[in-house]
């Protein structure tokens, strides 16, 4: 017997007594929950029964609520919330037909100052994940809400600011090329935009003591994404570029860092060109069934501000169409396509939105979401 | 939900890869993590990423490279995460865990100190062996998985095969 044969006999054995739970059925309730019980983890029932432009609208309806409520704010703030411009940048008469009739119910000052009321907004979340390079960039994703149905007598989209803090902590992403560092290490204490005397504040103070250094498994450039996913994420939520102030713990002197990053001052938003993806679709989201004319939107900042749009599968590509984003200075623009999928066999697709590769090494930034087209 | 025109359904593809491989990646995961709560758990949403991924993997190959990646992945999370508590429960001042006590017969000894000796080690030299000599799975595979090339790969493996040679010499001896 060879000394490697011994060691695969060691190993094997090592572990030959191990008989794992059957867990098959909490996986199964995991890939279909519930809608009711988990509303924002998979597509919603109306989405199966009306399919994808309305799905786009929903989403983009709720764009047009954070961009409205952005004007006014410097000239980074285009890409808050989502920076899109549904109606006239469109070349997709079918979908954004419906897209742009819907958009006037939520963008309308009545629904944006009463968000409890409406029973699903959605708002933005920022997860990390890794650009073409393998850097850890910040993604945007859209969760729908509130869970939480406390009334908000401020005004100041509390509600919301709590919820899309808490999934940004503790939420895993719709999108699985997406992820929290934050799982499992910090849990919101709370989130809160108040006004104190002339100035604004934006708070978020967070529970766990034992995060004010990186671990160090964790690289500095990932602890600063992982502070920025809160700060971005706070910042959607408010429609406002406010520096974010953070507590950790509950003692009046708490760590004066976060995972190694200083707070003793207010943190304002890392420059977008260094902290986001260049590339980010909007909608439609992970796991969405769609059927007919796709209303594809996103953001990018891009070589001449061309992306592509596609859909694979097999390693084909389908319907591959361009998009025009923008170029240049430090925000995101608005890009949207249409896709007209009865073109193509029903059944799963990865929707695919990709840079222009300018430089030709063959590895552009990109963003994807798996959907079913019906 | 309708099915892909051509091959396994994500449904289907996860009933027939969870049958076949369940309990194989658990066992990987503790070998990961020495944790079999924790292992579980780990490839548990292994299966949930893999299932949500089918579409872009579309092959049971493809998927079970997949769920490889994602258990060691995952396991390497779980490891950090845990180190990071450790830290704050040191600084707590909490009692560190009390060592095993029910480990009575010759067998289980035996596996505990295989797996002490395999989380004694590096971390990429544990993943390298039990990818190696537990999942049977070439360099290229490996390096695959890791995502590291195959001389590392190759150094990593020799390395970590001496270290446990030297932890486990009496036992080696003791198979011959």
């Known amino acids: 017997m060879t000394d490697d044969d011994q060691l695969r006999r060691l190993l094997s054995d090592a572990v030959s007594d191990i008989e794992p739970q059957d867990r098959i059925a909490e996986i199964r309730a995991s890939v279909h929950p519930d809608p009711q019980v988990v509303p924002m983890a998979r597509p919603r029932p109306w989405l199966y029964a009306l399919g994808g432009a309305v799905a786009s609208a929903a989403v983009i309806g709720v764009i047009a609520y954070a961009t409205d409520a952005l004007s006014g704010t410097d000239d980074h703030a285009s890409d808050l919330g989502a920076g899109q411009g549904p109606g006239p940048r469109s070349s997709a008469p079918v979908a954004t037909a419906t897209a742009t009739d819907s958009e006037a119910t939520p963008s309308s000052p009545s629904t944006s100052s009463a968000p409890v009321t409406t029973g699903a907004q959605a708002f933005a979340v920022y997860y990390v994940g890794a650009d073409a390079a393998g850097k850890p960039v910040l993604y945007r994703e859209f969760h729908r809400g509130p869970r939480l149905q406390t009334a908000d007598p401020g005004g100041n989209g509390n509600d919301v600011l709590t919820e899309a803090v808490h999934d940004a902590l503790a939420t895993s992403p719709l999108d699985p090329d997406y992820r929290t560092p934050w799982a499992d290490l910090a849990t919101l204490d709370h989130a809160s935009y108040t006004t104190t005397g002339g100035g604004h504040t934006l708070q978020i103070a967070l529970r766990n003591t034992g995060i004010a250094q990186r671990p160090t498994s964790m690289t500095a450039a990932e602890a600063r994404a992982a502070v920025q996913q809160l700060v971005y994420t706070a910042q959607a939520a408010i429609g406002k570029r406010e520096p974010v102030v953070f507590t950790v713990g509950r003692r009046a002197h708490g760590p004066t860092t976060l995972l190694g990053v200083d707070i003793t001052q207010p943190l304002s938003n890392g420059p977008v060109m260094r902290t986001l993806s260049l590339v980010n679709i909007s909608s439609p989201n992970e796991g969405d069934t769609v059927s007919g004319p796709l209303t594809v939107t996103g953001v990018n900042n891009s070589f001449e501000g061309n992306s592509v749009i596609y859909l694979q599968r097999h390693g084909k590509r389908y319907l591959v169409t361009p998009a025009t984003g923008g170029q240049g200075g430090n925000k995101l623009y608005p890009w949207t396509v249409t896709l007209d999928t009865s073109g193509v066999a029903p059944g799963e697709y990865t929707l695919v939105a990709e840079n222009d590769d300018a430089s030709g090494q063959g590895h552009p930034d990109s963003d994807t979401r798996t959907i079913e087209v019906r | ?176």
């Open chain 2, 1 to 176: 939900m309708p099915g892909v025109t051509n091959g396994w359904s994500a449904d289907e593809a996860l009933e027939v890869l969870y049958v076949a491989h369940w309990r194989r990646l658990v066992r990987l995961a503790v070998m990961l993590l020495h944790d079999q709560g924790a292992a579980e758990e780990v490839v548990q949403d292994s299966f949930v990423a893999m299932h949500s991924k089918w579409g872009r993997l579309h092959d049971p190959d493809k998927a079970l490279a997949y769920l490889r990646q994602s258990v060691v992945n995952r396991s390497r999370s779980h490891l950090r995460h845990l180190a990071v508590v450790r830290r704050h429960a040191e600084r707590e001042g909490a009692p560190p865990d009390e060592a095993g006590a029910d480990h009575t017969t010759y067998d289980v000894e035996r596996r505990g100190t295989v797996l002490d000796a395999l989380r004694g080690l590096p971390r990429r030299q544990r993943e390298v062996l039990a990818l190696r000599y537990y999942l049977d799975l070439s360099e290229a595979e490996i390096a695959d998985v890791l995502g590291i090339s195959r001389g590392a790969v190759k150094s990593h493996a020799s390395r970590g095969a001496a270290a446990l040679r030297a932890v486990l010499g009496p036992m080696l001896e003791e198979t011959r």
